[in-house]
């Protein structure tokens, strides 16, 4: 495993993970992203990458305010990684064209309102956790390089 391919997956969960954050969350979802944030800077597994990210997520904290804030937070805090790496910036008016919620793929998995859930079971990180949008919408690739 090389840090490219590390920074690929985890940015693919990040992404996805703000693709379905709900537009209005809970409390428990709200605190559950922005847990999740802290740890990642605590406990991501490349040691360097990690008191960078520390340093970017104090300067620009985690706007969990909605699946919009959350979702162009995820973009803003990518960049500023892809800048510290020489890297293009994306453009984040475009983010909901590169990354979707999780298509319904398996015979148990149930397209809800809310994105993709095994039958009886809510989305996101058990109930009431992070979890939501999806639905269906936007799913479609729009050509832009996936993973
Ligand atoms: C929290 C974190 C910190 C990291 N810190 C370091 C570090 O300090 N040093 C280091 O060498 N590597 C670091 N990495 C890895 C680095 O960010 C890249 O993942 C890696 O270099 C592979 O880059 P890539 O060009 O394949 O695309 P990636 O940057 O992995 O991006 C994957 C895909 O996401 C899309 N994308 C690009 N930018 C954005 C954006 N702003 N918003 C939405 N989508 C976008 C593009 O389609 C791209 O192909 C870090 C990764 C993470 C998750």
């Not at 340093?55 to 699946?67: A, H, K």
């Not at 064209?97 to 398996?106: H, K, P, T």
Request: hydrophobic share 30%; net charge negative; proline share 5%.
């Amino acid at each position: 495993m090389t840090r490219e391919e590390l920074g690929r997956a985890t940015w693919l969960f990040l992404h996805t993970l703000a693709a379905q954050y709900p537009e209005d969350p809970t409390r428990q979802q709200a605190r559950d992203a922005r847990d999740l944030v802290s740890i990642m800077t605590r406990a991501y597994p490349c040691a360097e990458c990690a008191r960078h990210f520390e340093e970017v997520v104090r300067r620009v904290p985690p706007d969990v305010s909605s699946g919009a804030a959350f979702r162009q937070w995820t973009c803003e805090v990518h960049n500023e990684v892809n800048v510290r790496l020489g890297k293009p910036e994306f453009d984040c008016s475009r983010v909901d064209e590169r990354w979707q919620g999780l298509a319904c793929d398996g015979d148990d998995d149930e397209e809800t309102a809310t994105g993709c859930a095994v039958r009886g079971r809510e989305p996101g990180i058990g109930k009431g956790g992070v979890g939501g949008r999806g639905g269906g919408k936007g799913r479609r690739r729009l050509g832009m390089d996936a993973p």
